[in-house]
């Protein structure tokens, strides 16, 4: 197996399972979408993909060596955690912030339908 193919492995295994829940969260609520909103979603996306490699590199260098593949699941064990705990944050993080700017006084963009 080509060397860079088999240290990304776990990154590229799980980049469709990644993408739909990209979209999901892009998507999800549909309303308020202000700029404020687009960089926040952007930014969580990011650092959630590069939380997640960097997660994937360390993991394989601390695995046992003695077993190949034990270094292949890990490395996807732990990057698909970090990449679920900063999305999990994410959502929560956007959910009171759009929550309590629905509930500011004199707001005249209320989350009409949106749920969290």
């Known amino acids: 197996m080509n060397p860079l193919v088999e240290l990304n492995l776990a990154l590229i295994l799980f980049i469709p399972w990644y993408a739909i829940l990209a979209v999901l969260f892009w998507l999800f609520p549909r309303q308020p979408r202000t700029a404020a909103r687009?960089?926040?979603?952007?930014?969580?996306?990011v650092l959630a993909t590069a939380l997640s490699a960097a997660s994937m590199y360390w993991s394989m260098g601390a695995a046992d060596t003695r077993h190949h593949m034990w270094q292949q699941v890990l490395a996807t064990s732990v990057s698909y955690g970090v990449f679920l705990g900063v999305m999990a944050l994410?959502?929560?993080l956007r959910w009171r912030w759009l929550r309590n700017r629905a509930a500011a006084p004199g707001d005249t963009t209320a989350l009409e339908g949106a749920t969290p």
């Open 38 to 45: 687009k960089a926040f979603d952007t930014a969580s996306l």
């Open 90 to 92: 994410a959502v929560l």
